[in-house]
């Protein structure tokens, strides 16, 4: 599932909604457009594997907020993501731990995803 959330002010669309994903990902080309400093990112060592089962280099993590929903219906909080090289078609990639902390249900047949606000 595919969705769309506000990352330090700016709507990232085609966030995808991975349930078996243990980190959430921020890819670098969605970093550089967030207009962020630099010093947000702190190291991270150790590579990741793709959905192909191939390391991925990161290059470090950042903390920033996040919001899902619009309007008077919203929640924001800070989420860790991994920043990640990779060419993809997606911007961004949530896992388990922030759809957990978000109270999420996530309905792929529905392709509808409901949180608590």
């Known amino acids: 599932m595919v969705v769309s959330i506000v990352i330090t002010n700016l709507m990232v669309s085609r966030v995808l909604v991975d349930q078996d994903s243990s980190v959430d990902i921020l890819y670098w080309q969605t970093f550089q457009r967030l207009e962020v400093s630099p010093d947000t990112v702190h190291p991270h060592a150790g590579p ?70």
């Open 48 to 117: 990741l594997l793709s959905f192909l089962g191939e390391r991925v280099k990161t290059r470090g993590y950042m903390n920033p907020m996040a919001t899902f929903g619009q309007g008077k219906l919203f929640k924001s909080f800070t989420i860790r993501y991994l920043l990640v090289d990779a060419n993809t078609s997606y911007f961004a990639l949530i896992g388990r731990k922030t759809l957990n902390e978000l109270g999420a249900i996530v309905s792929i047949p529905h392709l509808t995803m409901k949180f608590p606000t």
